[in-house]
Structure formats: structure tokens, C-alpha cells
């Protein structure tokens, strides 16, 4: 493919780009140093990676090695975002830059160089350069099919943007659960929605999706593995994320366990794009830090988090205490006896302390 040949309308694509950064201000994923110097030396970095040919015109677009693996979308070639967690993850799941020549990623470049002076402020370089790789990966590999399981994050939204101007169907297979309230402020174009469940669906169509001819399956694929911890004390696992309610919920848990007549130890289940060190107030002897997905824990804690459906759905016996509970009881109702709901944390706190008094 001659990258001369990719010739944009600049102007349509500020416009696409203005709509993009609605959902991008909206998730708080703002241009900041950070993520701009990431996306900058990532790219750069892909200049030393070689070419990789794509065997399908349909797509799945994602970030985890394992999940995309064993999904069973076996018709659809898998297509990684960005950095990996290991260094061989470079070469074995090789990310959609990989997909353009060198030569096309230098020359796209220095395309986006000359076009970005068109941009107003608010387009970052980098941003700009990521939006015009993702636009061209469409181009030059012939996309019929894009399926992500990103919602609306800056990926989702410009991916979805873009597919919706270049007519290329557009899928989303649901990962965590769908935004309640409120709607996003730009909604996505999408062809067919994979959700967990009719209620899922129902919060993609109010909240997300702009077209009414979009298709909804229900389909939910249980990947999780849970592990027995070897422990003397009685085991609370609590799966965090990025919740701004996280360390309040910690800080309860912790309070209650110090005030338990038994020994009762806390696991921090991490999310995957979260550090130890992000808790680094919550480190002491009677607080562990895993990935793994505990099975013997006495209670689940959490608030909003795949996670926690996948405990429901595997059929964890144990008792689940879910904080912030937005449409989470409008979702499970009373159908699980071993949920319970808080919309409190003061409430939550206090019914932690007697559970573990009794």
C-alpha cells in the first residue's frame, strides 16, 4: 500500500476528532504529558517491530491477550492496542502498528506532522498522530469488520467515529458493565452489540448507541479462574478498580476487620491496569495484594466491577457486598440470595462490622 494514496479531507476528520474528545473529556482521559509522551515513544518504538500481514478482513480489536484468546471469535483476526506487558509480547501479540509497513509508519508520521498545523489546541499532536494510525490501519488492511471491547473510551469513540465515515461495520463486545447514568455526550455508531443480558443491552441502547438498527446478542463467555488461598485467618477479598470510592471502601473494610472478635485476613484483588503502590496506605501485615481470582473468600466486597458478575455468574456461594449500586439492583433484583446492595458507605461499614461480630 503507497501512503500516497491516503489523502484526507483534514477538516472532516477535526470534525470527527471534535466529537471524539466529547467521550474523551467525559472519561477523563485528558491530553496530559504522560499519555502523550507514551503515545509519542510507543510509536517510535514501533519503527525497530516488522511488518506483520493480516489474514482477515474482520477484525477483533483488543488489549488482553488472554480474554480475546478464548472468546471464540475464531473468524476474526486479533488486533492489539498499544504497549505490552512483556517484553516478547512485542513479537507474539504484535499491536495494530504492526500492520503498516516501517516505512508507511514513517511517512504516516510525518503525514499527520503537516496535517496537525489544520488542528486547533485541543488536538494534541500525539492524540492526532494515534487518530489518523487508527484511521489508516482501516484503510490500508481493507477493514469489513471492527469489533472492539472498548465502550467509550478514547479508543472506542474514535475507532467507532471512524468506522461510522469510512461505512465499515462496527461491533462492541461487552467487557465491564455499561455505563447508568448518564448518557454519554457523543453516542456511538454500532452495527451489533455482544451483552452480557437484556438489562446490559438496555443501558447500551438508552446510554450509548445513536443508530436504532443496531443488533443486540446476548453473550457471556465465563474466562475466569478462580484460585484457593492458603490461609489460617478467614479471607475478605475485595476487588478494587478505579472507583473514586475505593480507598473509602478499604478504609471501612480495614476498620471492621481491626474491630472483628475472629482473625480475618484482607485481599486486595487488583484490577490489570492498577499498582500496589496506588495503596500504599493500606500496606500491613493483615493486607495482601493478588491478581488471582480468589475462590475461598468468606466475603467478596466490591463496587461496580465485571468481576464481581463473574463471581455471580460462576456461582460463588460466598457472601458478595456490593457498594455504589447505580442499576446493579436493577440488574440482579433479588434473583441472587447471597447479594446485597449498599448505596452507603456508612450503611455498608456497619453492616460489615456485624457480620464479622457475629
Known sequence: MDILKYNINVKDYIDIYQKALKNIYFVKQYPNFKRKISILVYYIFSFLLKYKELNSKKIYFHYSNKEAEIEGFDDFAIVYYGKRNRISEYFSHPSFYLYMTRIERIKLFYYAKKTHHNCNREIPFAY?????????????????????????????????????????????????????????????????????????????KKNLVTNSDCEYINRYVDFIEFKTIECDEKIIAVIENKSPDMKPILKSVTQAINEANEKYRMYIILHPMSKKKDYEEFIDNNVFFTRERIGNAEIVVSSISTLFYNYLRSGYKGKIMVVETAGIMEAFGDKYLNLEYYDDLNKFGKSLKEILEK
Open 128 to 204: 492526532w498522530l494515534e487518530f489518523l494510525s487508527f484511521d489508516y490501519f482501516l484503510f490500508r488492511n481493507k477493514v469489513s469488520i471492527l469489533m472492539t471491547n472498548d465502550h467509550y473510551s478514547k479508543v472506542g469513540t474514535s475507532l467507532s467515529l471512524l468506522c461510522e465515515y469510512r461505512k465499515i461495520s462496527y461491533y462492541i463486545k461487552q467487557h465491564g458493565f455499561m455505563l447508568r447514568e448518564p448518557p454519554l455526550p457523543q453516542k456511538l455508531y454500532c452495527n451489533r452489540v455482544y451483552s452480557f443480558d437484556d438489562t446490559e443491552a438496555h443501558f447500551f
